[in-house]
């Protein structure tokens, strides 16, 4: 992936957790656009700018240490007709926002036309203090079966994320989704914009609702795609993931009888997964290789391959496939165990909350998402720096929530509780289908959330688009 810009960290860390508000008293410089770094492998539109933001490191001490956040901008096709700025973040965490800004083929043309495209690398990512964490050598499996496996994972645990914090300070301490918000207004601050529209998809929809909380008096239109609900506890974080990955194993299966092209068409679809995840647990291969790639493809979904990979496990051979990431892996522990209270104290909890992953997704063993998340910060001190709460944007305009029928990484239960906590100001576009991410899925899809964006103004009513 392309990375912009440059990173600046000077002075010291002062831990602490970020205030309500900051100094009104810092204001942002203006951004200096120039050409973007030239990157043979993934080069950016001729028409591409791209600088860096210079923002409080903490913003409880926004005139102490500062940090460099780059940013692109891709400016409106149609100057003339130009509606302001469009904020775009394509989640992750770990997504480049610098490069989706610049990435030609997601928006319309018609919302390219009208909109300065605009991404900022947050914290950790890209050229923004990039974190990268080497974990030590023996990991132990992250389903503990008794105490004793339990105590060596969250020993094990702690020391990986102990390290992982030394070696990404100070950026580490200060890098969850409320720090983020505060960046952001940072950006539109910068830009001389009054008000903004957004548009998040995934984890990106978190950064748009916090946005909404403290700065809804900006925002012209907001567009949440894929939604993450920052009120869950544990139980429902891990529970919810879980149901609507069986749910859509149920529409694989429902795909798989219906197309003679599915590798396992005219079979026992749910007895071929067993005897699969049987052999597979006896191959060289990690522990859950079968269920988590099988995970991967519902996203598309990609259910030939889906189809296929079960289908050859079941027969005993061992498929290989390259796994790509950013750095998903090492800054979710600055992230999204900052963001949720996900702190697991004791193999009870733990047991808890593996009981009731199995109880609703016994299909699929659980969500690998959530239980990678919540294993993954065992062991992280205090509580979170940015708690999980009820959404409040009573101070923003109507929003439009997308969010397919059949999702795995965020349940359409998500997206509903989201819209039950503010019913004011969200419409919710259901799309009747598979995967996740909606908007590029049908004309229906795009036709809605350019419409919206276009015009700034949400249905009254929650609406559709089919399968």
């Not at 339990?150 to 950026?171: I, M």
């Not at 001190?381 to 990484?409: E, Q």
Request: glycine residues 8%.
């Amino acid at each position: 992936m392309r990375v912009f810009g440059a990173v600046v960290v000077s002075g010291l860390l002062l831990t602490g957790a970020t205030p309500a508000v900051a100094d009104p008293g810092w204001s942002p410089s203006p951004i200096a656009w120039a050409a973007c770094p030239d990157d043979p492998d993934s080069p950016a539109p001729p028409d591409g700018e791209c600088g860096t933001l210079r923002v409080p490191l903490d913003w409880a001490r926004p005139h102490g240490p500062s940090l460099d956040l780059a940013v692109a901008r891709h400016r409106a096709t149609d100057p003339a007709h130009r509606l302001g700025v469009l904020l775009a973040d394509a989640g992750g965490p770990g997504s480049s926002g610098a490069e989706f800004a610049l990435a030609t083929g997601y928006f319309s043309p018609a919302i390219r036309a009208r909109f300065d495209v605009v991404g900022l690398d947050l914290r950790g990512t890209g050229r923004s203090a990039f974190i990268r964490c080497e974990d030590p050598p023996g990991a132990p499996g992250d389903e503990p079966a008794d105490l004793a496996a339990f105590d060596a994972l969250l020993q094990y645990t702690k020391q990986a994320n102990a390290e992982c914090r030394a070696n990404n300070l100070p950026v580490f301490d200060h890098a969850d989704t409320g720090v983020n918000a505060r960046d952001l207004d940072a950006v539109r601050r910068a830009l001389g914009e009054q008000k903004i529209s957004f548009h998040g998809i995934s984890y990106g929809t978190l950064l748009g609702q916090q946005y909404a909380e403290k700065y809804g008096d900006h925002v012209r239109a907001m567009v949440l795609d894929s939604s993450i609900d920052h009120s869950v506890g544990i139980a429902r974080f891990a529970g919810d993931r879980a149901a609507a990955a069986d749910e859509l194993f149920g529409q694989f299966t429902a795909w798989c009888d219906a197309t003679p092209s599915c590798a396992l068409h005219g079979q026992d679809v749910r007895a071929t997964w067993e005897r699969a995840l049987t052999a597979a647990d006896g191959m060289p291969l990690e522990h859950n290789w079968l269920r988590d790639w099988v995970f991967s493809d519902m996203y598309g979904p990609a259910w030939d391959d889906a189809a296929q990979v079960i289908a050859d496990t079941a027969a005993g051979q061992s498929p290989v496939r390259a796994r790509f990431e950013a750095n998903y892996d090492s800054i979710r522990r600055a992230v999204v165990c900052q963001d949720f209270d996900l702190r697991i104290r004791n193999f009870a909890q733990y047991s808890a909350m593996r009981a009731e992953e199995l109880r609703r997704g016994p299909i699929m063993r659980g969500s690998p998402l959530s239980h990678g998340e919540a294993t993954a910060c065992l062991g992280i001190p205090g509580p979170p720096a940015n708690p999980p709460h009820r959404l409040d944007i009573t101070r923003a305009p109507r929003i439009l929530l997308v969010n397919a029928r059949y999702d795995p990484a965020t349940p359409y239960a998500w997206a509903q509780d989201i819209h039950h906590q503010a019913p004011a100001n969200t419409t919710l576009l259901t799309y009747e289908g598979s995967g996740h991410g909606v908007y590029q899925r049908t004309a229906c899809t795009r036709a809605a959330v350019d419409t919206y964006l276009l015009t700034a103004t949400a249905p009254r009513r929650d609406f559709g688009c089919p399968a």
